[in-house]
T-cell receptor, first 112, second 115 residues
Framework: DAGVTQSPTHLIKTRGQQVTLRCSPI?????VSWYQQVLGQGPQFIFQ???????GRGNFPDRFSARQFPNYSSELNVNALLLGDSALYLC???????????FGSGTQLSVL | AQSVSQHNHHVILSEAASLELGCNYS??????LFWYVQYPGQHLQLLLK??????LVKGIKGFEAEFIKSKFSFNLRKPSVQWSDTAEYFC?????????????FGTGTRLTIIP
């Protein structure tokens, strides 16, 4: 069975640009969460979506947004990129919001 | 808001040594507690979790953790480590009412096992 898949795996952008990251959950999983992991730190919660609705949001500016599609895949959008947005962005899925999380390998975003 | 502290940033052990990684959390209510592991080149995966009941929980690959409520601690242990345990270990917490959303992670402990 395929695990959580994220695309692209690596991305280089310049300051001020916009980026879209994609996540496909494990088949049958309806809940998707996004985390940001800066080098040397633990993952930090950004969003959770369940049944296409936002269930939780972390302490991130409005430049960060996300959505979940009818097939339960999800996109994370970041506008007006800053150097500090450089990080590994992780997607995790679960059957239901309070079930075990399965993480993808992440998208490494570098902002120059 | 909750927070998690992992005081050991890098631990180096020889094979067969015993392991204990510290984790302390800060939160005013009841919590769920987790340990995640990230092996080199692999994604984060759940090692073990505590929701309620027996404070001593056993996970995969011979790991266990003990929840001590009075100390706000959830230390990870393994009696005899192997070279394959080399990885980054993250402690995480979320409020019991919150399910899995808003997991708060510690900064991680890098474990290096010397053959």
């Amino acid at each position: 069975d395929a695990g959580v898949t994220q695309s692209p795996t690596h991305l280089i952008k310049t300051r001020g640009q916009q980026v879209t990251l994609r996540c496909s959950p494990i088949s049958g999983h309806k809940s998707v969460s996004w985390y940001q992991q800066v080098l040397g730190q633990g993952p930090q919660f950004i969003f959770q979506y369940y049944e296409k609705e936002e269930r939780g949001r972390g302490n991130f500016p409005d430049r960060f947004s996300a959505r979940q599609f009818p097939n339960y895949s999800s996109e994370l959008n970041v506008n007006a990129l800053l150097l500090g947005d450089s990080a590994l962005y992780l997607c995790a899925s679960s059957l239901l919001p309070n079930e075990k999380l399965f993480f993808g390998s992440g998208t490494q975003l570098s902002v120059l | 808001a909750q927070s998690v502290s992992q005081h050991n940033h890098h631990v180096i052990l020889s094979e067969a040594a015993s392991l204990e990684l510290g984790c302390n959390y800060s939160y005013g209510g009841t919590v769920n507690l987790f340990w995640y592991v990230q092996y080199p080149g692999q994604h984060l995966q759940l090692l073990l979790k505590y929701f309620s009941g027996d404070p001593l929980v056993k996970g995969i690959k011979g790991f266990e953790a003990e929840f001590i409520k009075s100390k706000f601690s959830f230390n990870l242990r393994k009696p005899s480590v192997q070279w394959s345990d080399t990885a980054e270990y993250f402690c995480a917490v979320n409020p019991s009412w919150g399910g899995n959303e808003k997991l708060t992670f510690g900064t991680g402990t890098r474990l290096t096992i010397i053959p």
